[in-house]
């Protein structure tokens, strides 16, 4: 039972517009702790797509974006690309358990 | 461009103590505005922090709950490398063991190794 709470998984069809969400509680996000975001393609380690609710890296396309409503904080993928198909995970710190992640979301793409 | 490389045994038998290394490029153990972690995933457990260790001014460690009492993060500042030792390591610890960069300002992972599956079985 991870922390931060993901749905298992979500899809959408080339072009499409997904939204990801991830709810945590008041140790964490509601405490005022950021939310980031990964994707996690097959057989590689977690990459920084998201930092702050809303900040992108250098070289994360912009069909990526992240948004924050209370506790919440949603990953939003625009355009979607067969690429884009991955595990994606939120992650906060929590003041009790430290740094935490969601159970993580798989993305296909139909 | 932060680099981490990671290197360790991916087989171990119960009560064994894991050992694994992560070699740092692109940037300093004790740089004062990053702290290195290890984290795990397996599909039990999902993503899991374990530890860090950092410096500002003195060397400082912090640990999961989880595995507090059994997990140690040694930085070597001459190789410029941390390392995870998890003693008295069960099928549960089975694994692919990740060491990461954390910006300190900010709580958010930037930098990964490329991990490694750690398998405890008799």
């Known amino acids: 039972q991870s922390v931060l709470t993901q749905p298992p998984s979500v899809s959408g069809a080339p072009g499409q517009r997904v939204t990801i969400s991830c709810t945590g509680s008041s140790s964490n996000i509601g405490a005022g702790y950021d939310v980031h975001w990964y994707q996690q393609l097959p057989g590689t380690a977690p990459k920084l797509l998201i930092y702050?609710?809303?900040n992108r890296p250098s070289g994360v396309p912009d069909r990526f974006s992240g948004s924050k409503s209370g506790t919440s904080a949603s990953l939003a993928i625009t355009g979607l690309q067969v690429e884009d198909e991955a595990d994606y995970y939120c992650?906060?710190?929590?003041?009790?358990?430290?740094?935490?992640f969601g159970g993580g979301t798989k993305l296909t793409v139909l | 461009q932060v680099q981490l490389q990671q290197s360790g045994p991916g087989l171990l038998k119960p009560s064994q103590t894991l050992s694994l290394t992560c070699v740092i490029s692109?940037?300093?153990?004790?740089?004062?505005?990053?702290?290195w972690s290890w984290i795990r995933q397996s599909p039990s457990r999902g993503l899991e922090w374990l530890g860090r260790t950092y410096y500002r001014s003195n060397w400082y460690n912090t640990y999961a709950g989880s595995v507090k009492g059994r997990i140690t993060i040694d930085p070597d500042t001459s190789k410029n490398q941390f390392s995870l030792h998890l003693s008295s390591v069960t099928p549960e610890d089975t694994a692919v063991y990740y060491c990461a960069r954390e910006d300190s300002d900010h709580y958010y992972f930037d930098s990964w190794g490329q991990g490694t599956l750690v398998t405890v079985s008799s």
């Open positions: 992650q906060s710190y929590d003041t009790s358990l430290s740094w935490v």
């Open positions: 692109g940037d300093s153990v004790s740089s004062n505005r990053a702290t």
């Open positions: 702050g609710f809303t």
